[in-house]
C-alpha cells in the first residue's frame, strides 16, 4: 500500500505565507511528476501546480509568482510555498503523484487526503 499525506495548512490572513508538504510512503519503485491541487466549496477541484521527476513545474495561471512547488526525490517529498496569499486561495488542498510500486504493478495517480488552507482576516 502507499500514502500521501499532506501537512502545513491552517489560517492565514491575506498577503501572508504557508508552505504545504507532502510524503509519500509505502513500497514505492518509482515517482514521477508530483503535484498539487485544490478544491474551494463550490467548486471543481483545479491543478495548482506539478513537477515532474527532473524538475519541470507548471502553474496555473491565478498562482503564478505567488506560488513555488519543488520536491526532494531521497524523501519522497514535494513542497508547495506559498506567498502574498488571497481570499480566493481559500480550499482543501490535496496531494498527488504518480507512481509504481514494488512488484507487479503499473504507474496510477495517488491522492492524499488534503490539508485545509483558509486566508481570512
Known amino acids: 500500500q502507499v500514502q500521501l499525506v499532506e501537512s502545513g495548512g491552517g489560517l492565514v490572513q491575506p498577503g501572508g505565507s504557508l508552505r504545504l508538504s507532502c510524503v509519500a510512503s509505502?513500497?514505492?519503485?518509482?515517482?514521477?511528476?508530483m503535484g498539487w491541487y485544490r478544491q474551494a466549496p463550490g467548486k471543481q477541484r483545479e491543478l495548482v501546480a506539478e513537477?515532474?521527476?527532473?524538475?519541470?513545474?507548471n502553474y496555473a495561471d491565478s498562482v503564478k509568482g505567488r506560488f513555488a512547488i519543488s520536491r526532494e526525490n531521497a524523501k519522497n517529498t514535494v513542497y508547495l510555498r506559498m506567498n502574498s496569499l488571497k481570499r480566493e486561495d481559500t480550499a482543501v488542498y490535496y496531494c498527488?503523484?504518480?507512481?509504481?510500486?514494488?512488484?507487479?504493478?503499473?504507474?496510477?495517480?495517488?491522492w492524499g487526503q488534503g490539508t485545509q488552507v483558509t486566508v481570512s482576516s
Open positions: 498527488s503523484a504518480r507512481m509504481l510500486l514494488r512488484g507487479p504493478s503499473a504507474f496510477y495517480d495517488y
Open positions: 509505502g513500497s514505492i519503485f518509482s515517482i514521477n511528476a
Open positions: 513537477i515532474d521527476s527532473g524538475g519541470s513545474t
